[in-house]
């Protein structure tokens, strides 16, 4: 007899998943932290169900069919360590859903609290009317920004052809096909000559080092967006040495760098950089006014 042929309803399946996953030490980290809420974001969106389904719900018996793919998924999770959003094909990013494949990120930016805010209390809202996503991935930063500034322009762009092809998925799925334009390009190198009231970029920024002891859920990721170098500031620093032209007075950098925080802040010592602090969690995003970055 089968491990799972006992199991029949939604709870029975998230149970014994979890019970899984802590036994096979899984990593969580690219949209949970622990093996129970690991198993729902797994199994619901496996259902076609949402997250919020009437406690009494997880009680409804699952047919063969259903039992027997969420245990492969399970099963792939384990044996494969593929990150759920990939085998679920939804990530979520500033209360929004998106959809995700290996050729981009997972998004896990606490740039989404910012965004959120309206980017407050770091520029008025009401001045905001450019905004530039560069190495938008699958387009989470500048769609969940044209959702917060509808009257806004955004432009995203990204090196990645196949990261764009996700990009404009995501677009045509939050109806922003009008608000939201997609570029290709090396960092600024093939935008359009206009300035903008706020950049915001989540580039690559992991170093040498952290890139041989990532965990292998993060083998399933594209190194383009990950790998930046020795010290993970490859990006970072050709975005700060470009970045004020592409600035309108008065507007505003914001950059993750993650744990490369200190090493920029060490090789950049005379930039006034400030730190942002998330009451979600998360760290290492700066923030740079157009004229620390002009005048440096």
Same mark, same amino acid.
């Given at each position: 007899?089968?491990?799972?042929?006992?199991?029949?309803?939604?709870?029975?399946?998230?149970?014994? $998943? @979890?019970?899984?996953?802590?036994?096979? &030490?899984?990593?969580?980290?690219? %949209?949970?932290?622990? @093996?129970?809420?690991?198993? =729902? *974001?797994?199994?619901?969106?496996?259902?076609?169900?949402?997250?919020?389904?009437?406690?009494?719900?997880?009680?409804?018996?699952? !047919?063969?069919?259903?039992?027997?793919?969420?245990? %492969?998924?399970?099963?792939?999770?384990?044996?494969?360590?593929?990150? =759920?959003?990939?085998?679920?094909? #939804?990530?979520?990013?500033?209360?929004?859903?998106?959809?995700?494949?290996?050729?981009?990120?997972?998004?896990?930016?606490?740039?989404?609290?910012?965004?959120?805010? #309206?980017?407050?209390?770091?520029?008025?809202? #009401?001045?905001?009317?450019?905004?530039? +996503?560069?190495? !938008? %991935?699958?387009?989470?930063? *500048?769609?969940?920004?044209?959702?917060?500034?509808?009257? @806004?322009?955004?432009?995203?762009?990204? =090196?990645?052809?196949? *990261?764009?092809?996700?990009?404009? !998925?995501?677009?045509?799925?939050?109806?922003?096909? +009008?608000?939201?334009?997609?570029?290709?390009? +090396?960092?600024?190198?093939?935008l359009p000559k206009k300035k903008y009231d706020i950049i915001v970029t989540n580039p690559p920024y992991v170093?040498?080092?952290?890139?041989?002891?990532?965990?292998?859920?993060?083998?399933?990721?594209?190194?383009?967006?990950?790998?930046? &170098?020795?010290?993970?500031? +490859?990006?970072?620093?050709?975005?700060?040495?470009? $970045? @004020?032209?592409?600035?309108?007075?008065?507007?505003?950098?914001?950059?993750? =760098?993650?744990n490369s925080e200190h090493a920029l802040a060490e090789q950049l010592p005379h930039l006034p950089f400030t730190?942002?602090?998330? !009451?979600?969690?998360? &760290?290492?995003?700066?923030?740079?006014?157009?004229?620390?970055?002009?005048?440096?």
């Amino acid at each position: 007899m089968s491990e799972y042929a006992e199991l029949y309803t939604i709870r029975d399946f998230i149970r014994w $998943a @979890a019970s899984q996953f802590h036994e096979q &030490g899984l990593f969580y980290g690219h %949209g949970t932290d622990n @093996a129970w809420d690991e198993a =729902v *974001a797994l199994i619901l969106p496996s259902l076609h169900l949402p997250h919020d389904i009437p406690p009494t719900a997880i009680e409804a018996r699952l !047919t063969s069919a259903e039992r027997e793919k969420i245990v %492969g998924l399970i099963q792939q999770r384990i044996t494969q360590r593929i990150p =759920v959003p990939y085998l679920t094909h #939804e990530a979520w990013f500033a209360g929004l859903s998106f959809y995700v494949d290996e050729r981009v990120l997972i998004p896990r930016s606490p740039i989404a609290e910012l965004i959120e805010s #309206e980017f407050q209390p770091w520029i008025a809202p #009401e001045r905001v009317q450019r905004i530039l +996503d560069l190495c !938008t %991935g699958n387009g989470c930063i *500048a769609i969940a920004c044209a959702k917060v500034f509808p009257d @806004a322009e955004v432009d995203a762009s990204d =090196v990645s052809k196949e *990261a764009l092809a996700v990009a404009h !998925t995501n677009v045509l799925r939050h109806e922003v096909e +009008d608000q939201v334009h997609l570029y290709e390009s +090396d960092l600024f190198a093939s935008l359009p000559k206009k300035k903008y009231d706020i950049i915001v970029t989540n580039p690559p920024y992991v170093s040498a080092e952290e890139m041989l002891a990532l965990p292998p859920e993060y083998s399933h990721e594209p190194r383009l967006g990950l790998a930046a &170098g020795t010290h993970g500031l +490859d990006v970072a620093l050709k975005i700060l040495q470009k $970045a @004020a032209a592409f600035l309108m007075p008065g507007g505003i950098l914001i950059m993750e =760098v993650g744990n490369s925080e200190h090493a920029l802040a060490e090789q950049l010592p005379h930039l006034p950089f400030t730190w942002l602090e998330f !009451t979600r969690g998360g &760290g290492g995003v700066c923030l740079l006014r157009e004229e620390d970055i002009r005048n440096a």
